[in-house]
């Protein structure tokens, strides 16, 4: 069965220091990748995907993610960090054999101290 | 373009009363999600619509929760009666389509209820 894991419940930064969200993923066949964004009292916004091609993403707000095969990770950076980017981050991979729906991972709470 | 609309924002209702939310996707967007998210924890797929037929609805308890999109566009999804766990967001979301691999999905800002 696919499945998600983001093995941080919660991520501490200080501000201008680089982050990194961890994702890592099973999937049989090829990966479909996501993360969205949550911030408090919010749906969740999609920030970046990975279907093919290039091992590095670029999305919104600065964020990137970089996707290893070998390791089955699709991890989420950004350079230097922003108060708001205080959020809840989701990782998602799309089940195919499942009517393609969304497989999500439990979140992970990022806070970033200025 | 607009975004997934969802109301109410917010209800609060006594235990074993009944309670509908509303959700208007993307236009254009064939899929259609309903999530509950339990405060702290990802989201967790009641029912998938593909048009206006159910693709996925094994997560749904049926003997309370029930959810229609009669003409493939709008969709809403009642409770009846509400037991004091479904206190949680619902979340409401759209796709492209079905076996759309590459296409995200596009969240509304959810519906918190609290039952009491």
């Known amino acids: 069965a696919q499945s998600v894991a983001q093995p941080e419940d919660q991520v501490n930064v200080a501000e201008g220091n680089p982050l990194t969200v961890k994702c890592t993923y099973s999937?049989?066949?090829?990966?479909?990748l996501f993360w969205y964004v949550q911030y408090p009292n919010r749906g969740l916004q999609f920030l970046l995907k990975?279907?093919?091609?290039d091992n590095l993403v670029k999305g919104s707000y600065g964020f990137e993610a970089e996707f290893n095969k070998s390791q089955t990770s699709f991890h989420l950076k950004k350079p230097s960090a922003l108060v708001s980017d205080s959020a809840l981050y989701f990782c998602?991979?799309?089940?195919?054999?499942?009517?393609?729906?969304?497989?999500w991972g439990a979140g992970t709470k990022l806070i970033i101290k200025p | 373009e607009a975004g997934v609309a969802q109301s109410p924002r917010y209800k609060i209702i006594e235990k074993r009363q009944s309670v509908a939310f509303w959700c208007n996707p993307i236009?254009?967007?064939?899929?259609l999600y309903w999530y509950q998210q339990i405060l702290g924890q990802g989201p967790k797929l009641l029912i998938q619509?593909?048009?206006?037929?159910?693709?996925?609805d094994s997560q749904l308890p049926k003997d309370r929760f029930s959810a229609e999109r009669l003409k493939g566009v709008d969709s809403t999804l009642k409770i009846q009666p509400a037991k004091l766990e479904d206190s949680a967001v619902y979340l409401c979301?759209?796709?492209?389509?079905?076996?759309?691999?590459?296409?995200?999905?596009?969240f509304g800002q959810g519906t918190r209820l609290t039952v009491v």
């Open positions: 979301a759209s796709s492209l389509g079905q076996g759309e691999v590459s296409t995200e999905a596009f």
């Open positions: 998602a991979v799309r089940d195919i054999p499942s009517n393609y729906q969304l497989i």
């Open positions: 619509f593909q048009n206006n037929g159910v693709v996925d």
């Open positions: 999937v049989s066949g090829n990966p479909y």
């Open positions: 990975y279907i093919t091609g």
């Open positions: 236009s254009g967007h064939a899929t």
